[in-house]
């Protein structure tokens, strides 16, 4: 079964740091693209991340640009997204999408059922 | 940056067609692709590149992109079609969200 698991979410201090994981199953992890996309409370998705299949292409939202650190590990089929300088905007439900291709034109065909993290004093 | 603009909710009575339109500049020239969200649940493809559906997506979903409109059909709808329509395109260095469409079934 094809299957994304993400781990890591929880409450933080705004300044903080964080580092979620997102572990795929059921499919060949290195041959596709993959993101993290956002959803704050009672809003829409925001996209946050891609990162190609290599590894050798990322790609950012500007609001977390400089911030975040999007990676993956091939070998342990993981894909990780690191968070610095938290503020309160980026508080969300986190999700790990698979691109249907290897492209960040390609569709998400595969998503986790998130992680929550919060940015709070 | 590019954007694209979704009605905030559309309303549509059980069994009739709903139309979810997505502007963007140019848009009938990119792939879009359409998710749907429910309350609770990871969003799902049911259109992906303007038109085609994935597998397990019913026929009554369907997808059409011209000029500047990208428009999400649901034909015959059903009570469980009641979620949240995003569309979604790539501008070359980042993905866009639509800002997303609430479909209610009366």
């Known amino acids: 079964e094809v299957q994304l698991l993400e781990s890591g979410g929880g409450l933080v201090q705004p300044g903080g740091s964080l580092s979620l994981s997102c572990t795929a199953s059921?499919?060949?992890?290195?041959?596709?693209?993959m993101s993290w996309v956002r959803q704050a409370p009672g809003k829409g998705l925001e996209w946050v991340s891609a990162?190609?299949?290599?590894?050798?292409?990322?790609y950012y939202t500007d609001s977390v640009r400089g911030r975040f650190i999007i990676s993956r590990d091939n070998s342990k089929n993981t894909l990780y997204l690191q968070m610095s300088t938290l503020r309160a905007e980026d508080t969300a439900l986190y999700y790990c999408?698979?691109?249907?291709?290897?492209?960040?034109?390609?569709?998400?065909?595969?998503w986790g059922q998130g992680t929550t993290v919060t940015v709070s004093s | 940056s590019y954007e694209l603009t979704q009605p905030l909710s559309v309303s549509v009575a059980l069994g009739q067609t709903a139309r979810i339109t997505c502007g963007g500049n140019?848009?009938?020239?990119?792939?879009v692709h359409w998710y749907q969200e429910r309350p609770g649940q990871a969003p799902v493809v049911v259109i992906y590149?303007?038109?085609d559906r994935p597998s397990g997506i019913p026929e009554r979903f369907s997808g059409f992109t011209s000029g500047n409109t990208a428009t999400l059909t649901i034909s015959r709808a059903q009570a469980e079609d009641e979620a949240d329509y995003y569309c979604?395109?790539?501008?070359?260095?980042?993905?866009?969200f639509g800002g997303g469409t609430k479909l209610t079934v009366l």
């Open positions: 590149r303007g038109s």
């Open positions: 140019n848009i009938g020239r990119t792939n």
């Open positions: 979604q395109v790539w501008d070359g260095t980042t993905v866009v």
């Open positions: 990162l190609s299949g290599s590894g050798d292409n990322t």
């Open positions: 059921g499919f060949t992890f290195k041959a596709y693209g």
């Open positions: 999408a698979k691109h249907a291709g290897f492209s960040g034109g390609d569709a998400f065909d595969i």
